[in-house]
């Protein structure tokens, strides 16, 4: 690597690293997710203000070099936060979710779809694959945003809270689906629609069961040669190492990374020792992860805003939030609070930008498309947490809350 290449690569990422941490700070002193303020502080530090860091300089230059780098360097992040959300979830929870988890979770996300794409294609006539993508990012829920706001209140075991947790734990598995036919697509296999969607579904859940069934059985046994071998930080390395091959394995057969990174973290969330793994892990993963999150915001342009780009703001935002509000109305049986479910599935946070992020680097939407994703997902993030908390304000609270919800964000 070049001196002034290398010189301006450590530069630009210690003040990532630094704001990103001041933003995520600032907006927790307000109750706001830290997501919003990395997010905001790559909006500052790209070509809305300060461009800094600018993702539209030419090829060949020291500056896109270095803007190369350091997106890597975020890709790295996004794959330790899926492994993170694996480590959370649990499949036995997901198995044994319920018709009223189940339902929502599904309704939740063929209903943002559905709504997404017939008005990206038919009202806004853009192509099918963007339509797909649009639709994919409405359907994205970040439940980790909902769980602390519950958390808080000591609303966790609430029958409101079980079905939004089961929920979330299938909505995350159907929006890796729904991304790695984007992903597929994306790449060129469209000369049959049908058949490329159906094969990319199949490889899917074949890899995630796969990964979990083979994962499940070997993993302890290599953890525990690992250990014998004193190799220093077991876990980090171990757990590290496992999710950046299952994320390798995942983009050999055409998926995303991050479903192996997801499922790696599932497999881990079957050993003993899973609470270590997760409390080694977020050190690493608290400076990679921010770094994903300032270059999402990097690519959010405010010189394209427009009043058309307002428009599609605003009706992206009802249909993001009417299609999961609607889902909790699904949980049939239930005595729960359904507004209360539907409210708690609206918010799109991390897994929304995930989505975003991979439409705009594999060049599927314009900036300002990808724009007014991000502000649609602002927007969902910013409006749960206070009607969550009105809605979820009587009944009982858990006999025996636990401490809070770490923001893995």
Do not use: C
């Amino acid at each position: 690597m070049e001196a002034a290449l290398l010189q301006d690569v450590l530069f630009k990422l210690l003040v990532i690293i630094i704001a990103a941490k001041a933003g995520g700070w600032l907006f927790e002193r307000i109750k706001q997710p830290a997501v919003l303020g990395e997010l905001i502080v790559g909006i500052l530090l790209g070509p809305s203000l300060f461009g800094l860091i600018d993702p539209n300089i030419a090829h060949g230059t020291i500056a896109f070099t270095s803007f190369e780098i350091i997106t890597f360097i975020g890709e790295i992040g996004v794959i330790l936060l899926l492994f993170q959300v694996g480590l959370e979830s649990n499949i036995y929870q997901l198995l044994k979710a319920g018709v009223a988890s189940t339902l929502v979770a599904v309704v939740g996300v063929v209903l943002p779809v559905s709504l997404g794409f017939a008005f990206f294609k038919y009202v806004y006539h853009a192509p099918t694959l963007v339509s797909i993508l649009v639709g994919a990012t409405l359907a994205a829920t970040s439940v980790g945003i909902t769980m602390r706001v519950l958390s808080e209140i000591n609303k966790v075991s609430s029958e409101e809270g079980k079905i939004i947790l089961g929920a979330a734990v299938i909505d995350d598995i159907l929006g890796l689906i729904i991304l790695s036919v984007i992903a597929g697509l994306a790449a060129g296999a469209s000369a049959n629609l049908g058949f490329t969607i159906g094969k990319i579904v199949l490889f899917t859940l074949i890899f995630l069961i796969g990964t979990l069934v083979i994962g499940i059985k070997f993993t302890p046994v290599i953890y525990k040669y690992a250990h014998k071998m004193k190799i220093k930080r077991t876990f980090v390395v171990s757990s590290f190492i496992f999710a950046m091959v299952a994320s390798l394995l995942a983009h050999l057969i055409g998926l995303a990374t991050i479903v192996g990174a997801f499922a790696a973290g599932l497999v881990f969330e079957r050993l003993e020792e899973k609470e270590h793994f997760e409390r080694r892990i977020k050190p690493v993963a608290d400076i990679f992860v921010p770094v994903f999150f300032v270059m999402a915001g990097v690519y959010l342009d405010l010189h394209s805003a427009n009043l058309n780009m307002l428009y599609v703001v605003g009706v992206l935002t009802v249909l993001a939030i009417i299609g999961k509000i609607l889902a909790g109305w699904a949980a049939i049986g239930a005595k729960a609070n359904k507004l209360a479910i539907g409210v708690g599935m609206i918010p799109r946070g991390e897994v929304g930008l995930i989505f975003a992020a991979f439409g705009i680097t594999n060049a599927i939407i314009t900036n300002a498309t990808y724009s007014a994703l991000v502000v649609v997902i602002m927007i969902t993030t910013l409006v749960t947490p206070p009607l969550l908390v009105k809605l979820m304000s009587g009944g009982k609270k858990d006999k025996h809350p636990k401490k809070k919800i770490d923001n893995i964000m």
